[in-house]
């Protein structure tokens, strides 16, 4: 059984960085596409970041030079590097983890960022 558990999240002032911390059990993160989404109050979710077991990265156009999605194999963890946050990354940002070859998709329970004045 994987299990996904998002962490770091919280009130950061616009231009501030946060860090968020996806803890995998179940399966070696080496092995698995990993992503963050997240979901903001009436709207839809949307991918933030990812990463597939090759390494592959992508980001959301509106992260893109701001956010780093990067792998710690020895903690099994995936991280989310949040820097100079805007308002509009206010959401709920949720952990994904999908095993190649459509072997099924997980997810965290999510970890709340909000960027206010």
């Known amino acids: 059984q994987v299990q996904l558990e998002e962490s770091g999240g919280g009130l950061v002032q616009p231009g501030g960085s946060l860090r968020l911390s996806c803890t995998v059990s179940?399966?070696?993160?080496?092995?698995?596409?990993m992503a963050w989404y997240r979901q903001a109050p009436g709207k839809q979710r949307e991918l933030v970041a990812s990463?597939?077991?090759?390494?592959?990265?992508n980001y959301a156009d509106s992260v893109k030079g701001r956010f780093t999605i990067f792998r710690d194999d020895a903690l099994n963890t995936v991280n989310l590097h949040m820097n100079n946050l805007q308002l509009e990354d206010t959401a709920v940002y949720l952990c994904?983890?999908?095993?190649?070859?459509?072997?099924?998709?997980?997810w965290g329970q999510g970890t709340q960022v909000t960027v206010s004045s």
């Open positions: 179940g399966r070696f993160v080496t092995f698995t596409n």
């Open positions: 990463m597939t077991s090759g390494d592959r990265i």
């Open positions: 994904n983890a999908g095993i190649p070859g459509g072997e099924g998709t997980y």
